[in-house]
């Protein structure tokens, strides 16, 4: 994500510059000064983030509302990165969910159900990549292009049994940022214990090559001598999760989820990557209308 600079740098050696148009050069420089384009884009990327696994959790960790039901409400969470120099944040972020008869929507993640029966469920998905990092982020990113988020879509089937629900999402980059492709297949099952649910979950994500080249990547013309050339290949995370929902009654409740997603060799070996282990934490409160 690009944060746009604000002002323009002055240009001392410009003599034929009016004092009407220095001084307004040195304001939009006061204006700008303490501004941190790498700490906005974290602050931003951070909160996208935390408010697809809310939402997400919020969605699924409990059962369901009734079609056509908005479930709305406030929370905060904290995250860690994977890239060297870049350290963990917190921040406040909304909740936010609707549950139709076909249609849903779960914060930056849309979709639609083409099938639901006998346990069964079929949707075409929509969603929002918030991953990359600014060149500002941290002294090791510096001169690398900036990675941008991107929309992909694809795929979603599920299964709920018994035994707990079993999911298969498959996506593809929609805007031609990095290309590639990702498969998640998770598992999870929810304990209910009179007003507490609590659903432990765990995934196995697939990613092309070209995804993690992307993101994790370092180009022939980003190389330095501290920064070698990397080129990703295809790889395989684990995630595991654990949401827990108490139900105040039966429009309120706190939510809150836990989630340690582990990065294999072919990320953790780049050279801008200094954390195996990703960590990210919420809790929120939630009105059901």
Avoid: C
Avoid at 33 to 56: D, H, I, K, T, Y
Avoid at 71 to 76: D, R
Avoid at 186 to 215: C, G, M, N, R, T
Avoid at 264 to 273: A, K, L, Q, R
């Amino acid at each position: 994500m690009v944060i746009p600079r604000l002002g323009k740098k002055i240009d001392r050696s410009m003599p034929t510059m009016g004092k009407r148009e220095r001084t307004m050069e040195l304001i939009s420089v006061r204006e700008t000064r303490g501004l941190n384009p790498g700490m906005l884009f974290r602050q931003v990327f951070l909160a996208l983030v935390l408010l697809l696994v809310a939402n997400s959790a919020m969605a699924e960790g409990a059962p369901g509302p009734p079609p056509g039901k908005w479930s709305l409400g406030i929370g905060a969470g904290v995250s860690s990165s994977p890239y060297r120099g870049v350290g963990s944040e917190t921040m406040p972020f909304p909740l936010l969910v609707y549950r139709g008869e076909r249609l849903f929507f779960r914060g930056i993640e849309l979709g639609y159900r083409l099938l639901q029966q006998n346990g069964y469920e079929i949707a075409v998905l929509a969603k929002y990549r918030f991953q990359g990092y600014d060149g500002h982020d941290s002294s090791y990113l510096r001169g690398m292009e900036d990675r941008q988020g991107t929309l992909e879509g694809g795929l979603q089937a599920s299964r709920k049994t018994a035994y707990g629900q079993f999911r298969l999402t498959l996506l593809g980059d929609l805007f031609g940022e990095h290309k590639g492709y990702e498969a998640d297949a998770a598992y999870s099952k929810s304990f209910h214990f009179e007003k507490l649910i609590v659903k432990p979950a765990i995934s196995v994500i697939w990613q092309s090559s070209q995804l993690v080249d992307y993101y994790y990547g370092v180009t022939r013309q980003e190389e330095t001598a501290t920064r070698p050339f990397y080129k990703g290949d295809w790889s395989v995370l684990t995630q595991v999760g654990l949401t827990a929902i108490y139900m105040l009654n039966g429009q309120w409740a706190i939510n809150a989820r836990a989630s340690m997603t582990r990065l294999p060799d072919e990320i953790v070996n780049s050279p801008i990557v200094d954390d195996r282990m990703v960590a990210s934490g919420f809790v929120g409160v939630i009105y059901r209308f």
